[in-house]
């Protein structure tokens, strides 16, 4: 739950305290084993005010990652002291808030539902009668259990509306369950798909991935794409202006298409004479480009990168049988790559007036 200063995020914390009626944790201030040693077998939901992004984010990210856990019913194990592991499944929800939502990676994007405030119609605050908020919340539990029996229901009902209306499968189990528990507590009769649809038109669903930059794969090539490489003191060059400018000179060599193989990657064409944009599996310049980041690798490994890279759309894994040198010195050898289209890096336009440049294309490899 996010919103500027003064839009009630913690008023609603409050009121969610009420009607628990002590029945959950809520702190303002927590890491990852405050929380665990605080529910211990327990599964209590967590109400955590307060999580900004800021110089702690290292623990920021442990508190997520546990409620990702949480929310599949992940069994962890912790070693102790005495050399005695210990081991507890973590099954709780949660709820953060805050003025800035913390970076989130695609895993946790997927199963956090980012709720955001306006402005409040009426600043004054909202008196809270916490006796009222416990019965109100004896009355909500009593209501749930009654209409327990309708849940599956309900949820194949929401699940099947948000599928419809282009959600993934993460979104609709997870919208799908709080649009189902919501009915539970509002209605008593089975949700027909009219009501279901209605519902779900209603919300101003954005993707899990529409948000923070795309999916993993294009939040990788983004990031190559837009690293600056150094072309000596202190000249830089985004990588995509180098792409650019060796498509420009074609098959002959240029300062760009050497940056670029020092960086594994070369502009060339595929076996059906397509401009793809070769990236090396594993090269020293492009482990440092990725470094820091979810797609690096270890000296001498294969990266990451490889991985998401391989999940763009028309990109091709070259297979054990055929391999692309990349540079053109003694020491370049051939080595499997990744061949990426270049219509999903330069513009559509500009790609179609290079067409008739005769680009590199490594048949004698």
């Known amino acids: 739950m996010t919103g500027g200063p003064g839009t009630g995020k913690s008023q609603v914390h409050k009121l969610?305290?009420?009607?628990?009626?002590?029945?959950?944790?809520?702190?303002?201030?927590?890491?990852?084993a405050g929380l665990r040693q605080s529910l211990g077998y327990d599964s209590l939901p967590v109400l955590v005010d307060e999580l900004e992004p800021g110089e702690n984010m290292s623990a920021v990210a442990g508190v997520i990652r546990?409620?990702?856990?949480?929310?599949?019913?992940?069994?962890?194990?912790?070693?102790?002291?005495d050399h005695k592991a210990t081991r507890f499944v973590a099954r709780s929800c949660f709820m953060f808030s805050s003025i800035l939502v913390p970076a989130l990676t695609p895993q946790d994007r997927s199963r956090i539902v980012v709720l955001r405030l306006g402005d409040l119609r009426n600043p004054r605050p909202f008196v809270m009668d916490n006796k009222a908020l416990a019965e109100l919340g004896t009355r909500l539990l009593r209501r749930i259990v009654?209409?327990?029996?309708?849940?599956?229901?309900?949820?194949?009902?929401?699940?099947?509306?948000?599928?419809?209306?282009?959600?993934?499968?993460?979104?609709?189990?997870?919208?799908?369950?709080?649009?189902a528990m919501a009915d539970l507590l509002t209605a008593d009769h089975p949700v027909d798909t009219d009501t279901a649809r209605e519902a779900v038109l209603a919300l101003p669903i954005v993707s899990d991935s529409a948000e923070e930059g795309g999916a993993d794969q294009?939040?990788?090539?983004?990031?190559?794409?837009?690293?600056?490489?150094?072309?000596?003191?202190?000249?830089?060059?985004?990588?995509?202006?180098?792409?650019?400018e060796a498509m420009d000179f074609g098959a002959g060599t240029s300062s760009a298409a050497e940056t670029l193989a020092y960086h594994g990657m070369k502009v060339m064409t595929d076996k059906s004479r397509q401009p793809v944009l070769a990236v090396a599996n594993s090269?020293?310049?492009?482990?440092k480009i990725f470094e820091g980041t979810p797609w690096g690798s270890r000296p001498g490994g294969t990266g990451v990168w490889v991985q998401s890279m391989r999940r763009l759309p028309g990109a091709d894994r070259t297979d054990t049988n055929y391999k692309t040198r990349i540079g053109q010195g003694r020491g370049a050898k051939p080595g499997?790559?990744?061949?990426?289209?270049l219509e999903l890096i330069l513009d559509a336009k500009a790609l179609a007036n290079r067409s008739s440049l005769d680009l590199i294309h490594n048949d004698d490899d």
């Open 16 to 32: 969610l305290a009420g009607i628990m009626c002590g029945g959950l944790i809520a702190v303002a201030d927590a890491t990852e």
């Open 66 to 81: 546990f409620a990702r856990i949480s929310a599949s019913g992940g069994e962890l194990v912790r070693g102790g002291v």
């Open 146 to 179: 009654d209409q327990w029996g309708r849940m599956p229901q309900a949820l194949d009902a929401f699940r099947e509306a948000l599928l419809a209306e282009g959600a993934s499968a993460r979104m609709a189990d997870v919208l799908g369950t709080l649009l």
């Open 218 to 244: 294009d939040q990788c090539l983004a990031h190559l794409l837009s690293t600056a490489i150094p072309l000596g003191s202190p000249s830089r060059k985004p990588v995509v202006d180098l792409v650019s």
């Open 283 to 287: 090269n020293d310049g492009l482990r």
């Open 336 to 341: 499997r790559v990744t061949l990426i289209p």
